[in-house]
């Protein structure tokens, strides 16, 4: 199934930040931070098993349950 980064990656931002944009940009840069550009990924990314790994660990971080 392609696109399944996109779908966390958008999950993660959507309930850390509530609609706060700023919440948003800085989640986004935390996760650039950890190695993964949330700009990079698209509905069509192909599904990485390592990065799918990196942005659980990181939900678990940020209390986020994904």
């Known amino acids: 199934m392609a696109g399944k980064?996109?779908?966390?990656?958008?999950?993660?931002?959507e309930k850390r930040s509530?609609?706060?944009?700023?919440?948003a940009t800085l989640t986004k840069s935390k996760m650039v931070m950890k190695g993964i550009n949330p700009e990079k990924y698209t509905s069509a990314s192909e599904d990485d098993p390592v990065v799918i790994e990196k942005l659980a660990v990181l939900a678990k971080e940020m209390n986020v349950t994904i």
């Open 5 to 13: 980064i996109k779908i966390i990656i958008d999950s993660i931002v």
């Open 18 to 23: 509530n609609g706060n944009v700023a919440i």
